[in-house]
């Protein structure tokens, strides 16, 4: 995602420094009372922790870094979803046993219910922003004691990158501009429709839909049901299917996966998945899921230069160390121990 990296659009966050060390005790104590009580494991390199924060009405929106590579295990959310975008670095994720790889630029929406689990790549930034479940259940009109039915973990669709980038780069500007009655900041009327409509975004796309909709930002009563639009929210300007089986795939890089399942994923049969797949990447769909796993193998060495190769490798599904290294050659012009050696140096 584009848009949030760019350091001019973090300006209004960078102007509330909330807390900056390199105090191990002290960083979890300011980041626990900003966000979650949770368990904080120190791992490779050195502490930079980093914290900034934007506010505009109900919602909350964080610039947060640890330097380090850190394992954090909150507690379940209760009455809030955090949204996790990476603007630099990586993390692996785990909430309530379902497993995310978050990439740089990628969004991840995570509401556990049981457990939570966070791996932090060295120098990995994320900005998250803090959505209050009352917020969301104003958006659909529905009561405290009724359940959201909000997934516990998915990666927002890459088709909706864009559309959260907006919505990022606008809740950014309205920190700056969500003054008290008498200042020149805006209405209280426009900050709570557009906050609606954030909420709304995220409850629209999650991967189960919900059956019975979400109303209008703005209103009253609920719509129909989603049908395909929100069954399947992985559109993009091409093929449908195609999103599907992207989706499908990045969700999945470290699982065994058959043809059949790729076709499964795309709903249509193997003939037609590979002249979808020839005809968008010029590749068979096991070639794609392929290089999307050398692309996350040549991610995590560039992220981690001290990792074992082969380690990484069996972990992303390859099973010869061989091939895989013919394979990594081909896609990046270079072994991976010579991706290590270039980071070290």
Same mark, same amino acid.
């Given at each position: 995602?584009?848009?949030?990296?760019?350091?001019?659009?973090?300006?209004?966050?960078?102007?509330?420094?909330?807390?900056?060390?390199?105090?191990?005790?002290?960083?979890?104590?300011?980041?626990?009372?900003?966000?979650?009580?949770?368990?904080?494991?120190?791992?490779?390199?050195?502490?930079?922790?980093?914290?900034?924060?934007?506010?505009?009405?109900?919602?909350?929106?964080?610039?947060?870094?640890?330097?380090?590579?850190?394992?954090?295990?909150?507690?379940?959310?209760?009455?809030?979803?955090?949204?996790?975008?990476?603007?630099?670095?990586?993390?692996?994720?785990?909430? +309530? /046993?379902?497993?995310?790889? !978050?990439? #740089?630029?990628?969004? =991840?929406? @995570?509401?556990?219910?049981?457990? $939570?689990?966070?791996?932090?790549?060295?120098?990995?930034?994320?900005?998250?922003?803090?959505?209050?479940?009352?917020?969301?259940?104003?958006?659909?009109?529905?009561?405290?004691?009724?359940?959201?039915?909000?997934?516990?973990?998915?990666?927002?669709?890459?088709?909706?990158?864009?559309?959260?980038?907006?919505?990022?780069?606008?809740?950014?500007?309205?920190?700056?501009?969500?003054?008290?009655?008498?200042?020149?900041?805006?209405?209280?009327?426009?900050?709570?429709?557009?906050?609606?409509?954030?909420?709304?975004?995220?409850?629209?796309?999650?991967?189960?839909?919900?059956?019975?909709?979400?109303?209008?930002?703005?209103?009253?009563?609920?719509?129909?049901?989603?049908?395909?639009?929100?069954?399947?929210?992985?559109?993009?300007?091409? +093929? /449908?299917?195609?999103?599907? !089986?992207? #989706?499908?795939?990045? =969700?999945? @890089?470290?699982?065994?996966?058959? $043809?059949?399942?790729?076709?499964?994923?795309?709903?249509?049969?193997?003939?037609?998945?590979?002249?979808?797949?020839?005809?968008?990447?010029?590749?068979?769909?096991?070639?794609?899921?392929?290089?999307?796993?050398?692309?996350?193998?040549?991610?995590?060495?560039?992220?981690?230069?001290?990792?074992?190769?082969?380690?990484?490798?069996?972990?992303?599904?390859?099973?010869?160390?061989?091939?895989?290294?013919?394979?990594?050659?081909?896609?990046?012009?270079?072994?991976?121990?010579?991706?290590?050696?270039?980071?070290?140096?």
């Amino acid at each position: 995602m584009p848009m949030p990296a760019k350091r001019s659009a973090l300006a209004p966050l960078y102007g509330n420094c909330l807390f900056r060390s390199d105090e191990r005790v002290a960083a979890h104590d300011y980041v626990a009372r900003e966000l979650i009580d949770h368990a904080l494991r120190w791992k490779r390199g050195r502490p930079d922790v980093a914290m900034y924060k934007g506010q505009a009405n109900r919602l909350q929106v964080y610039l947060l870094q640890y330097g380090a590579e850190v394992e954090v295990t909150p507690q379940p959310f209760d009455d809030f979803t955090l949204v996790h975008t990476s603007l630099v670095g990586a993390a692996e994720i785990e909430s +309530d /046993g379902k497993r995310i790889e !978050l990439a #740089e630029g990628r969004t =991840a929406v @995570l509401a556990p219910r049981q457990r $939570l689990l966070l791996r932090w790549y060295p120098g990995t930034e994320q900005l998250i922003v803090k959505v209050p479940h009352a917020l969301m259940r104003d958006v659909l009109a529905s009561d405290e004691d009724q359940p959201l039915g909000l997934a516990p973990g998915f990666m927002l669709a890459r088709a909706h990158g864009a559309q959260w980038s907006l919505l990022l780069q606008s809740l950014l500007n309205m920190t700056t501009m969500s003054g008290g009655p008498g200042d020149a900041g805006l209405s209280q009327a426009w900050l709570d429709h557009f906050e609606r409509n954030l909420a709304l975004f995220l409850l629209s796309h999650q991967p189960d839909a919900l059956s019975a909709g979400a109303p209008a930002a703005g209103g009253e009563g609920r719509m129909g049901p989603v049908g395909d639009e929100g069954a399947a929210p992985l559109r993009d300007a091409g +093929d /449908g299917r195609m999103a599907a !089986l992207m #989706e499908y795939m990045e =969700a999945r @890089l470290c699982a065994p996966i058959t $043809l059949e399942d790729l076709a499964r994923a795309a709903g249509t049969s193997v003939r037609t998945l590979n002249q979808l797949c020839h005809r968008h990447h010029g590749v068979t769909p096991m070639d794609l899921l392929r290089n999307l796993r050398l692309d996350a193998v040549h991610a995590r060495l560039r992220l981690q230069a001290d990792l074992s190769i082969t380690e990484t490798a069996l972990a992303f599904g390859f099973g010869h160390p061989g091939r895989f290294a013919q394979y990594y050659q081909e896609r990046f012009n270079e072994l991976p121990r010579e991706t290590q050696a270039r980071v070290r140096a």
